[in-house]
């Protein structure tokens, strides 16, 4: 190699080390922990509402960075694990290979009081499907409807016909439970077609300063009555743990109307409306921004209790019964 491609190598190399070392700067296990933890410090909404010392967290963590590889699976899982003691479903670190989350906001709990085989029972294979919506009458002339996930594209045609098809029964019940929620437009849909005046369905306030209690003034979230198909009878909605994020708004929603039970087990929560920030190393951070409220003003992120508190049990279980799904059959032909 002559001399003038020595040294334009040489040049090359030096180069190139400049740009490694200072992508390893902006990158290192200490300045990816230090933006995660600073963007929750700043916009994150619940650590008063769930105790939670954020700056104790920062010092436990803080100590590990400088063992541990920049861009490694050991910080994701570390930067997973502090995350995590949010307690937060709506919490999430993304990255190419994986996805943090935190489920012990149901699989802490021994009974899902849900079962699929249970379902099967009661639907079988002769129930109706609109927009989205699994339907069926019961033999006791009950409606029952399934609805599993408010990502599901709801119609106004299709509610029209699922209601007039119930216009003479006793009554329905809306099953929501493993519903984990989806787009909170198709709460407003479903909950406009059970109430005959302007409510208000939920409250929201917005950060607007970086200290953990800078927020808004309440602003309320109105439900509208359908100019549509309207039901005025009887409703009975069953929840379980795995009621999430809009579902849970649409439990909270509906409990508010004279017409409408809650029956099952508590909802699973999630009440804080999620943003998402990148961090230096291009992994993704999902949170809780926006805490909701109910129309009493109280916070829904941990859940609604339900006005009938109901369990299945294992004898109803094993004669293939929901007891649940009974119980609110019972309530509506009383």
Not at 56 to 71: F, L, S
Not at 118 to 135: F, H, M, R, V
Not at 223 to 251: D, E, H, M, Q
Request: glycine share 6%.
């Amino acid at each position: 190699m002559n001399m003038k491609r020595m040294t334009l190598f040489i040049l090359v190399m030096i180069s190139l080390q400049g740009c490694r070392e200072d992508v390893n700067e902006s990158t290192s296990s200490q300045n990816v922990f230090e933006s995660l933890w600073t963007i929750l410090d700043q916009k994150y909404c619940f650590f008063d509402a769930k105790n939670v010392d954020w700056d104790k967290i920062h010092d436990k963590y803080a100590a590990r960075m400088d063992t541990i590889p920049a861009n490694s699976e050991l910080l994701f899982n570390t930067l997973g694990e502090m995350i995590c003691e949010l307690k937060d479903g709506h919490v999430n670190l993304y990255a190419s290979q994986n996805v943090i989350r935190y489920w012990k906001w149901f699989e802490d709990y021994d009974n899902p009081n849900f079962s699929e085989k249970l379902e099967k029972a009661y639907l079988g294979t002769d129930y109706k499907i609109a927009s989205g919506l699994n339907y069926k009458m019961l033999k006791d002339s009950i409606g029952y409807i399934t609805y599993r996930s408010f990502s599901e594209s709801i119609t106004e045609s299709g509610l029209d016909y699922i209601l007039y098809y119930f216009r003479n029964c006793h009554g329905i019940i809306l099953d929501v439970r493993e519903n984990s929620g989806g787009n909170l437009s198709n709460v407003e849909k479903i909950a406009s077609r059970f109430t005959e005046e302007k409510i208000i369905g939920t409250y929201i306030r917005h950060k607007v300063g970086k200290g953990h209690n800078a927020f808004s003034d309440y602003y309320p979230m109105f439900i509208n009555p359908s100019t549509r198909i309207r039901y005025s009878r009887k409703v009975v909605i069953l929840t379980n743990r795995k009621c999430f994020s809009a579902t849970n708004t649409f439990v909270s929603t509906m409990r508010q109307l004279p017409n409408v039970t809650i029956m099952g087990d508590n909802t699973g929560g999630g009440g804080g409306f999620p943003i998402s920030s990148m961090l230096p190393n291009g992994w993704n951070v999902r949170f809780s921004s926006c805490p909701t409220y109910n129309s009493d003003r109280e916070l829904i992120e941990n859940g609604i209790v339900p006005d009938s508190v109901v369990s299945i049990t294992d004898s109803d279980s094993q004669k293939n019964l929901d007891t649940i799904i009974e119980k609110a059959r019972s309530f509506l032909k009383e």
